[in-house]
């Protein structure tokens, strides 16, 4: 089994729509949880932090489930610039970073 | 905004020579990382360190692969003798605490020929 599992998509959705991206991971000693967002050729930047009784940024509602391993990204009213690809990133207490491959969005007028 | 800083940005080298890449991370970090993505292919951790030593590396850190911190400010990966398999987009990152998320450098792309 992978260590960090995403569905790579590509996922194609219009302008305003909501889209939702899943994640589950086979450590059960991973500590910490996030969602980076990686435009093509580019570094993976911090979307949000990930945290057990959820949270919200904006439009962006990440979600983690320790029980079943899994962990959720809902984007709302999704704009064009949304448009890159989603890694989800989870963190083992010796700060070894796993990543997911990522899925990818693309968002159209 | 502080930021991670990496040179060079291409690189390009021969099949069997050395490479050093150079990173400069953010100034009250205390946490360093290496990552490499190979076109097309997932982020993949390398090493980490902390206190002047590794602290976690990935089976793909062998003993062609090394770190150091040679002064307070520089961070460097070096790979003694490459292979064309090592062609890859290599990262640096840096935190400020441990298990806090990472800040990431804008790459280093490796080309070995």
């Known amino acids: 089994r992978k260590e960090v599992e995403q569905d790579p998509g590509p996922f194609n959705v219009p302008e305003g729509a909501t889209v939702a991206f899943n994640c589950t991971y086979s450590?059960?000693?991973?500590?910490?949880f996030f969602w980076y967002r990686q435009d093509c050729r580019k570094e993976p930047k911090l979307l949000m932090s990930?945290?057990?009784s959820g949270n919200e940024d904006g439009r962006f509602t990440a979600q983690l489930n320790r029980a079943s391993q899994y962990i959720s990204l809902l984007i709302r009213d999704s704009k064009l610039s949304d448009s890159a690809t989603y890694l989800c990133?989870?963190?083992?207490?010796?700060?070894?970073?796993?990543f997911g491959a990522g899925t990818r969005l693309t968002v159209k007028p | 905004e502080p930021e991670v800083t990496q040179t060079p940005s291409h690189q390009v080298t021969q099949m069997g020579q050395e490479v050093i890449l150079r990173c400069v991370p953010i100034?009250?970090?205390?946490?360093f990382y290496w990552y490499r993505q190979i076109l097309g292919q997932k982020v993949e951790f390398l090493v980490s360190?902390?206190?002047?030593?590794?602290?976690?590396k990935s089976e793909i850190f062998d003993d062609q692969f090394s770190v150091e911190r040679p002064d307070g400010s520089n961070f460097t990966l070096k790979i003694r003798s490459t292979k064309l398999e090592d062609s890859a987009m290599y990262f640096c990152?840096?935190?400020?605490?441990?298990?806090?998320?990472?800040?990431f450098g804008p790459g280093t792309r490796l080309t070995v020929l």
């Open positions: 100034s009250n970090h205390l946490y």
């Open positions: 450590n059960s000693a991973s500590q910490s």
């Open positions: 360190f902390y206190n002047n030593e590794i602290s976690e």
């Open positions: 990133v989870v963190n083992t207490w010796n700060n070894d970073m796993r």
């Open positions: 990930v945290y057990s």
């Open positions: 990152a840096s935190s400020g605490t441990s298990g806090g998320h990472e800040y």
